[in-house]
DNA sequence: ATTCATCTCA
C-alpha cells in the first residue's frame, strides 16, 4: 500500500525528461546504461539485485554434459531460485553429492538467500562451500560476500571481500554504503581510498556514496579532490553525481561552489531543485532558498513533497509566515495536505513564525498523528514557553501509546528545562530509561541540560560520567551547567579535563567565559581569548560580548574597553557590558556617556540596559542622574518598571541618605516589593546609622525571606555598629534556631595563572610568617599616620565581639600582602573577595596604593574597588 | 544500488 502510494506520487509530478546533449554523449562515452525512471516499479517485483554480469554464470565455467537428464538437479535449484523457493532449493542443495552442483547453482542461491535476508540459510551455503573444499573462484566469491552484506553482517561480508580478487566496483559501492549507513564514515572514505590506489574506475554510485561520507566528516580538501577525479572520468555534467556534489557543497558551508555547479548544470532535475532549497535553508539563507523556489515554478517543473517540505522549513527559519500560509493554500490545491510529512512541517512552519495557535489547529485536526507530529508540537509548545502543554501532550502521547523516539524525548525534556520542573523531567527520565533510550548521546546531552537548568548538577554529572560515548555537546553543556549554576571551579576544572579529550569549540569557550569572570581568572580568560583568535573564532558577536563581560569583570577594564573599541559591530548586548563594566568600576559618568551614545547609534535600550545605567548611577552617587534615566526608561521607552529598577532607585535613595523618601517610595510601589527591594532600604539604613528604621525594614525581609543569611549578617552589623550587643546577640540565637550557616569569606589572588586563596579562620597558609609580617608593619605605620581601623564587628564567634578578627578574617589584606611579595612594584594588584570588602582592609588597600605605589583593584561580591594613589573610585558609595 | 524532504541537546 504505502509503495504503491509513494510510486504513484512520484510518477505523477517527475516532469518528462529533458536530456541535454551534453549528458547523452557522457553516458556513452563511460558506458553507462540509463534507465528509465519508473524503474523504482520494476525493482519492487523483480528480485534480481545483482548486475547481470554476476547473476549469469561466467561463460566456460561450467558445461553441461550432453547425456544429462532434464531433471538435473541444478536446474531445478535454480527453478525454485527463479520463484524464490528458497525452502525447496535449500533441501536439494543440503542433499547433493559435492561434484553434482555448479558454481552457478550456489550463486542462484546465494543469490535468492541475499533477496530475502537470509542470514541463517546464507550461512549454511557458505558452510557448504566451505566443507565440500569448492574452491572460491570467479563468481562465487563476490557473491558470497554480496550475501553477507545484503543480509546486514557487515563483519563476514567484509572478511569475504578482503579475501578476494576485487575489482568489481559494485562489490567497492555496496561496502563503501554499509559502512555508511552504521555512520561509520571514516572507514568509508578509507576504503574509497585504497579502491583508487587499487586502481578500480569509481562510477556514479561511488560517488553519490562518498560525497555524503565526506560531507558528514565536512572533508572539505578530500571532497574538493573527488570533485577533480570525477571530472577527469566524465561524470562532470552527470545528473545524480552532480546533484551529489550540490548536497556535498552545501552540507560543508559552500554555498558558492554549489551555486556554480547549480548553474552550469543543464540537466536539472526536481532533486537538483529541491537540493538548492534546502541547501539555502540549511546553510540560513532561506530568502536564497525561497528565490530558487520561485525560480523553480517558472521554468515548469513540477515541485513535490519534498520541494514544498523545504520552502516550509525555510519558511520557518525566517519567520515569514505570509509566504507560508500561501504555500499552505497552494499544498492544499496540490493535494499535498494528506501527506503527514507536509503537515508535519507545516506544524513547525506556525509554531517557528510565532503562531501556536495555527499550529495547534493543524496538529488537533490530523487525521493521523505520528511521532514526528508530536514532537513539532512539543518543540513549539516548549519554544513558546508553553512547558504545561508539551508536558501534558507528553501524558496524551504516553495514553495513546504513542512510542516516544529519541527526538521526542530530547523535545519534552528541553520543555521540562526550559520551565525547571525537575519532577517532570524525572519521569521522562524514567521512561527513557524503561525503553532503553539512555545510551543515545543526544538523549543524554538532553538529559544532563534538564538537569542543569533544574539545578541538580549532581544528577547531571551522574548522567556525564556514564555515558560510554561523549561529544562536543556534552562536554559544552556540562560546562555550561557549571557556569550557569554559579559552580566556577568545577566548570573550569572540567574544562582542563575536556582539553585532554578534544578540542573546544566556539560554545566550550563561550560556556567557559562567565567562569573565568566569576573567578576573576584574568589569566585563564586570556588563554580562552588567546584561543579563540588562533581558530578565528573572535568575531562572532556573542563571543565578543562574553570576552568584554569577562574582563570587565576581572577587573581589567582598560582591555575591555579596548576590545570594545575594535569592535565594528556594536549590538545592545555590547554597549550593555560596557555601562554595566563602567558602573560596576565606580564610573558612572563614563557609563552615562556610553548610554547616550549608544542610544545615539540608533539602539534601543531594553529593561536590562536599564538596570545597568540605574546600577551605575547608584554606584556613583549620581541621584539625580538615576531619576532621569528613571523617567526615560517609563516615559519615552515605554518600560514597565520591574522590581529590579525599584530596588535600583530604592538603593539609590537610600545611598544618598533620603531614607524617609526611600521607605515612602517602596510603600508607594505599583507592585509588590520583595526582599531584595527592601534589602536596598536596609543597607542605605546600615550606611547611615538608622537603626529604628532599620528594624522596621527587616521585619518585611523576614517575613519575605526568612532563610537568607545575608540579611541576618547585614541587620547585625548595624546593631554592632550602633554597639547594641544585647540585639546581636539575641539574633544569633535567631539563626541558630533556624540553623542557617555562614558563607566562609575568603579572598583570592592569581599569580600566573594560579590562584592563591586565603580563607577565613585559616591561618595555615603558605609563607603565612612574612604575611603576617608585612601586615603588622603596615597597620604600625597607619595608626602613627592616623589612619583609625573601626574596632566594631558583628556574628563572630566569641562573647567579647569588640576584640575580635572581623566576619571576614581580613582575608582580603592577606592576598594584598602576598601579592605585593610576589609581584615587581608597579604591577597592578587583582584582588577578589566573596563578600563586601571590610571598612579596614578597604583603608589599608588606600594606604598600601599611596605608599607602595601599586594600583590595587579588588572585587568585592558588589563592585569594583580601584585604589591608585590613596583613594578608591568607590569614593565611599559602597 | 545513487542524489533532495519534517521532529532533538550547548
Given at each position: 500500500?504505502?509503495?504503491?502510494?509513494?510510486?504513484?506520487?512520484?510518477?505523477?509530478?517527475?516532469?518528462?525528461?529533458?536530456?541535454?546533449?551534453?549528458?547523452?554523449?557522457?553516458?556513452?562515452?563511460?558506458?553507462?546504461?540509463?534507465?528509465?525512471?519508473?524503474?523504482?516499479?520494476?525493482?519492487a517485483v523483480?528480485?534480481?539485485?545483482?548486475?547481470?554480469?554476476?547473476?549469469?554464470?561466467?561463460?566456460?565455467?561450467?558445461?553441461?554434459?550432453?547425456?544429462?537428464?532434464i531433471?538435473?538437479?541444478?536446474?531445478?535449484?535454480?527453478?525454485f531460485?527463479?520463484?524464490?523457493?528458497?525452502?525447496?532449493?535449500?533441501?536439494?542443495?543440503?542433499?547433493?553429492?559435492?561434484?553434482e552442483?555448479?558454481?552457478?547453482?550456489y550463486?542462484?542461491v546465494?543469490?535468492?538467500?541475499?533477496d530475502?535476508?537470509?542470514?541463517?540459510?546464507?550461512?549454511?551455503?557458505?558452510?557448504?562451500?566451505?566443507?565440500?573444499?569448492?574452491?572460491?573462484q570467479?563468481?562465487?566469491?563476490?557473491?558470497l560476500?554480496?550475501?553477507?552484506?545484503?543480509?546486514?553482517?557487515?563483519?563476514?561480508?567484509?572478511?569475504?571481500?578482503?579475501?578476494?580478487?576485487?575489482?568489481k566496483v559494485?562489490?567497492?559501492?555496496?561496502?563503501?554504503?554499509?559502512?555508511?549507513?552504521i555512520?561509520?564514515?571514516?572507514?568509508?572514505?578509507?576504503?574509497?581510498?585504497?579502491?583508487?590506489?587499487?586502481?578500480?574506475?569509481?562510477n556514479?554510485?561511488?560517488?553519490?556514496?562518498?560525497?555524503k561520507?565526506?560531507?558528514?566528516?565536512?572533508?572539505?580538501?578530500?571532497?574538493?579532490?573527488?570533485?577533480?577525479?570525477?571530472?577527469?572520468?566524465?561524470?562532470?555534467?552527470?545528473?545524480?553525481?552532480?546533484?551529489?556534489?550540490?548536497?556535498?557543497?552545501?552540507?560543508?558551508?559552500?554555498?558558492?561552489?554549489?551555486?556554480?555547479?547549480?548553474?552550469?548544470?543543464?540537466?536539472?532535475?526536481?532533486?537538483?531543485?529541491?537540493?538548492?532549497?534546502?541547501?539555502?535553508?540549511?546553510?540560513?539563507?532561506?530568502?536564497?532558498?525561497?528565490?530558487?523556489?520561485?525560480?523553480?515554478?517558472?521554468?515548469?517543473?513540477?515541485?513535490?513533497?519534498?520541494?514544498?517540505?523545504?520552502?516550509?522549513?525555510?519558511?520557518?527559519?525566517?519567520?515569514?509566515?505570509?509566504?507560508?500560509?500561501?504555500?499552505?493554500?497552494?499544498?492544499?490545491?496540490a493535494?499535498?495536505?494528506?501527506?503527514?510529512?507536509?503537515?508535519?512541517?507545516?506544524?513547525?512552519?506556525?509554531?517557528?513564525?510565532?503562531?501556536?495557535?495555527?499550529?495547534?489547529?493543524?496538529?488537533?485536526n490530523?487525521g493521523?498523528?505520528?511521532v514526528?507530529?508530536?514532537?513539532?508540537?512539543?518543540?513549539?509548545?516548549?519554544?513558546?514557553?508553553?512547558?504545561?502543554?508539551?508536558?501534558a501532550?507528553?501524558?496524551?502521547?504516553?495514553?495513546?501509546?504513542?512510542?516516544?523516539?529519541?527526538?521526542?524525548?530530547?523535545?519534552?525534556?528541553?520543555?521540562?528545562?526550559?520551565?525547571?520542573s525537575?519532577?517532570?523531567?524525572?519521569?521522562?527520565?524514567?521512561?527513557?530509561?524503561?525503553?532503553?533510550?539512555?545510551?543515545?548521546?543526544?538523549?543524554?546531552?538532553?538529559?544532563?541540560?534538564?538537569?542543569?537548568k533544574?539545578?541538580?548538577?549532581?544528577?547531571?554529572?551522574?548522567?556525564?560520567?556514564?555515558?560510554?560515548?561523549?561529544?562536543?555537546?556534552?562536554?559544552?553543556?556540562?560546562?555550561?551547567?557549571?557556569?550557569?549554576?554559579?559552580?566556577?571551579?568545577?566548570?573550569?576544572?572540567?574544562?582542563?579535563?575536556?582539553q585532554?579529550?578534544?578540542?573546544?569549540?566556539?560554545?566550550?569557550?563561550?560556556?567557559?567565559?562567565?567562569?573565568?569572570?566569576?573567578?576573576?581568572?584574568?589569566?585563564?580568560g586570556?588563554?580562552?581569548?588567546?584561543?579563540?583568535?588562533?581558530?578565528?573564532?573572535?568575531?562572532?558577536?556573542?563571543?565578543?560580548?562574553?570576552?568584554?563581560?569577562?574582563?570587565?569583570?576581572?577587573?581589567?577594564?582598560?582591555?575591555?574597553?579596548?576590545?570594545?573599541?575594535?569592535?565594528?559591530?556594536?549590538?545592545?548586548?555590547?554597549?550593555?557590558?560596557?555601562?554595566a563594566?563602567?558602573?560596576?568600576?565606580?564610573?558612572?559618568?563614563?557609563?552615562?556617556?556610553?548610554?547616550k551614545?549608544?542610544?545615539?547609534?540608533?539602539?534601543?535600550?531594553?529593561?536590562?540596559?536599564?538596570?545597568?545605567?540605574?546600577?551605575?548611577?547608584?554606584?556613583?552617587?549620581?541621584?539625580?542622574?538615576?531619576?532621569?534615566?528613571?523617567d526615560?526608561?517609563?516615559?519615552?521607552?515605554?518600560?514597565?518598571?520591574?522590581?529590579?529598577?525599584?530596588?535600583?532607585?530604592?538603593?539609590?535613595?537610600?545611598?544618598?541618605?533620603?531614607?524617609?523618601?526611600?521607605y515612602?517610595?517602596?510603600?508607594?510601589?505599583?507592585?509588590?516589593?520583595?526582599?531584595?527591594?527592601w534589602?536596598?532600604?536596609?543597607?542605605?539604613?546600615?550606611?547611615?546609622?538608622?537603626?529604628?528604621?532599620?528594624?522596621k525594614?527587616?521585619?518585611h525581609?523576614?517575613?519575605?525571606e526568612?532563610?537568607?543569611?545575608?540579611?541576618?549578617?547585614?541587620?547585625?552589623?548595624?546593631?554592632?555598629?550602633?554597639?547594641?550587643?544585647?540585639?546581636?546577640?539575641?539574633?544569633?540565637?535567631?539563626?541558630?534556631?533556624?540553623?542557617?550557616?555562614?558563607?566562609?569569606?575568603?579572598?583570592?589572588?592569581?599569580?600566573?595563572?594560579?590562584?592563591?586563596?586565603?580563607?577565613?579562620?585559616?591561618?595555615?597558609?603558605p609563607?603565612?610568617?612574612?604575611?603576617?609580617?608585612?601586615?603588622?608593619?603596615?597597620?604600625?605605620?597607619?595608626?602613627?599616620?592616623?589612619?583609625?581601623?573601626?574596632?566594631?564587628?558583628?556574628?563572630?564567634?566569641?562573647?567579647?565581639?569588640?576584640?575580635?578578627?572581623?566576619?571576614?578574617?581580613?582575608?582580603?589584606?592577606?592576598?594584598?600582602?602576598?601579592?605585593?611579595?610576589?609581584?615587581?612594584p608597579?604591577?597592578?594588584?587583582?584582588i577578589?573577595?566573596?563578600?563586601?570588602?571590610?571598612?579596614?582592609?578597604?583603608?589599608?588597600?588606600?594606604?598600601?596604593?599611596?605608599?607602595i605605589?601599586n594600583?590595587?583593584?579588588?572585587?568585592?561580591?558588589?563592585?569594583?574597588?580601584h585604589?591608585?594613589?590613596?583613594?578608591?573610585?568607590?569614593?565611599?558609595?559602597?
Open positions: 500500500m504505502l509503495l504503491l502510494t509513494k510510486t504513484t506520487s512520484t510518477t505523477m509530478w517527475v516532469s518528462p525528461q529533458h536530456h541535454c546533449p551534453g549528458q547523452t554523449s557522457i553516458t556513452s562515452q563511460n558506458g553507462f546504461v540509463s534507465f528509465p525512471k519508473s524503474s523504482t516499479t520494476s525493482r523483480s528480485f534480481n539485485m545483482g548486475n547481470p554480469h554476476t547473476t549469469l554464470p561466467p561463460s566456460g565455467s561450467f558445461k553441461k554434459p550432453i547425456n544429462q537428464p531433471t538435473d538437479c541444478n536446474t531445478q535449484i535454480r527453478k531460485c527463479e520463484v524464490g523457493n528458497l525452502k525447496m532449493a535449500m533441501d536439494l542443495v543440503c542433499n547433493a553429492q559435492k561434484s552442483l555448479e558454481l552457478a547453482t550463486c542462484s546465494l543469490q535468492l538467500c541475499a530475502l535476508k537470509s542470514l541463517d540459510e546464507g550461512r549454511k551455503v557458505h558452510s557448504f562451500i566451505d566443507s565440500r573444499g569448492i574452491e572460491m570467479n563468481a562465487l566469491a563476490p557473491k560476500a554480496f550475501m553477507y552484506l545484503s543480509c546486514g553482517d557487515l563483519r563476514e561480508g567484509r572478511r569475504v571481500f578482503d579475501r578476494m580478487a576485487n575489482e559494485f562489490l567497492w559501492n555496496m561496502l563503501l554504503s554499509e559502512y555508511a549507513k555512520g561509520n564514515f571514516e572507514e568509508s572514505i578509507m576504503l574509497y581510498e585504497r579502491m583508487v590506489e587499487f586502481g578500480v574506475e569509481a556514479s554510485y561511488t560517488f553519490s556514496c562518498i560525497l561520507c565526506l560531507a558528514a566528516k565536512k572533508s572539505v580538501a578530500k571532497g574538493e579532490r573527488v570533485h577533480g577525479y570525477l571530472l577527469k572520468l566524465g561524470f562532470g555534467a552527470y545528473n545524480t553525481v552532480v546533484n551529489s556534489l550540490i548536497a556535498f557543497y552545501f552540507k560543508c558551508g559552500r554555498t558558492e561552489s554549489a551555486r556554480k555547479l547549480f548553474n552550469e548544470l543543464c540537466d536539472r532535475d526536481v532533486i537538483t531543485w529541491n537540493s538548492m532549497i534546502s541547501g539555502y535553508t540549511a546553510n540560513g539563507r532561506a530568502e536564497k532558498g525561497v528565490e530558487v523556489f520561485i525560480d523553480m515554478l517558472s521554468t515548469g517543473i513540477r515541485v513535490d513533497l519534498a520541494t514544498i517540505v523545504s520552502v516550509l522549513a525555510g519558511c520557518a527559519n525566517v519567520g515569514v509566515i505570509s509566504l507560508g500560509r500561501s504555500l499552505h493554500a497552494y499544498a492544499i490545491k493535494g499535498f495536505n494528506k501527506e503527514i510529512t507536509f503537515n508535519n512541517t507545516l506544524i513547525g512552519m506556525y509554531t517557528n513564525c510565532g503562531d501556536i495557535d495555527g499550529a495547534s489547529r493543524i496538529f488537533y490530523l493521523e498523528r505520528s514526528v507530529s508530536c514532537t513539532s508540537m512539543i518543540a513549539g509548545y516548549a519554544r513558546d514557553g508553553l512547558s504545561d502543554k508539551a508536558i501532550l507528553f501524558h496524551e502521547m504516553k495514553m495513546e501509546g504513542i512510542k516516544l523516539d529519541i527526538f521526542s524525548v530530547t523535545s519534552i525534556l528541553h520543555a521540562c528545562a526550559c520551565s525547571g525537575l519532577e517532570d523531567g524525572k519521569e521522562v527520565h524514567n521512561y527513557i530509561r524503561e525503553n532503553n533510550m539512555d545510551l543515545d548521546v543526544s538523549v543524554s546531552n538532553a538529559l544532563m541540560d534538564m538537569y542543569a533544574c539545578g541538580s548538577m549532581e544528577d547531571a554529572l551522574s548522567i556525564f560520567s556514564q555515558m560510554p560515548i561523549k561529544d562536543i555537546v556534552s562536554w559544552n553543556t556540562m560546562i555550561g551547567g557549571y557556569s550557569k549554576n554559579s559552580m566556577p571551579n568545577e566548570a573550569l576544572h572540567l574544562f582542563g579535563a575536556m585532554q579529550e578534544l578540542k573546544p569549540d566556539i560554545v566550550t569557550l563561550t560556556c567557559v567565559l562567565p567562569s573565568c569572570a566569576s573567578l576573576a581568572a584574568l589569566d585563564r586570556r588563554e580562552v581569548h588567546a584561543h579563540l583568535l588562533r581558530n578565528g573564532l573572535a568575531f562572532d558577536n556573542y563571543v565578543v560580548n562574553a570576552l568584554i563581560d569577562m574582563y570587565v569583570k576581572c577587573g581589567a577594564l582598560v582591555l575591555a574597553r579596548s576590545l570594545f573599541d575594535k569592535t565594528p559591530v556594536k549590538d545592545l548586548v555590547s554597549w550593555v557590558v560596557m555601562v563594566g563602567y558602573g560596576m568600576h565606580g564610573f558612572g559618568r563614563e557609563a552615562i556617556a556610553a548610554f551614545k549608544m542610544r545615539k547609534a540608533g539602539i534601543v535600550p531594553d529593561e536590562v540596559s536599564f538596570i545597568s545605567i540605574l546600577h551605575a548611577c547608584s554606584h556613583s552617587g549620581l541621584l539625580h542622574e538615576g531619576w532621569r534615566f528613571f526615560i526608561m517609563r516615559n519615552d521607552c515605554n518600560i514597565k518598571p520591574k522590581l529590579e529598577h525599584y530596588a535600583c532607585m530604592v538603593d539609590l535613595l537610600a545611598r544618598s541618605g533620603k531614607l524617609l523618601k526611600a515612602r517610595f517602596v510603600e508607594t510601589m505599583p507592585i509588590e516589593p520583595d526582599a531584595s527591594v534589602g536596598a532600604l536596609l543597607c542605605g539604613c546600615r550606611i547611615h546609622h538608622d537603626v529604628k528604621l532599620a528594624e525594614v527587616a521585619e525581609i523576614f517575613k519575605l526568612p532563610d537568607n543569611m545575608r540579611y541576618y549578617v547585614l541587620i547585625a552589623t548595624i546593631y554592632a555598629e550602633a554597639e547594641k550587643w544585647e540585639e546581636v546577640k539575641k539574633l544569633k540565637e535567631r539563626i541558630g534556631r533556624r540553623g542557617l550557616r555562614k558563607n566562609p569569606c575568603c579572598s583570592w589572588i592569581e599569580i600566573k595563572g594560579k590562584h592563591h586563596i586565603f580563607v577565613a579562620g585559616d591561618n595555615s597558609y609563607q603565612a610568617k612574612t604575611i603576617d609580617s608585612l601586615i603588622k608593619e603596615w597597620s604600625t605605620k597607619m595608626k602613627a599616620e592616623g589612619y583609625f581601623p573601626k574596632l566594631r564587628y558583628a556574628l563572630t564567634k566569641g562573647e567579647n565581639m569588640q576584640k575580635e578578627t572581623p566576619r571576614c578574617g581580613h582575608t582580603e589584606r592577606r592576598a594584598m600582602a602576598f601579592g605585593i611579595m610576589s609581584f615587581p608597579g604591577k597592578i594588584l587583582r577578589t573577595t566573596n563578600l563586601r570588602v571590610c571598612s579596614d582592609c578597604h583603608e589599608m588597600a588606600k594606604y598600601v596604593s599611596k605608599k605605589g594600583e590595587i583593584v579588588l572585587r568585592d561580591s558588589n563592585r569594583f574597588h585604589f591608585k594613589n590613596g583613594s578608591c573610585s568607590c569614593r565611599g558609595y559602597w
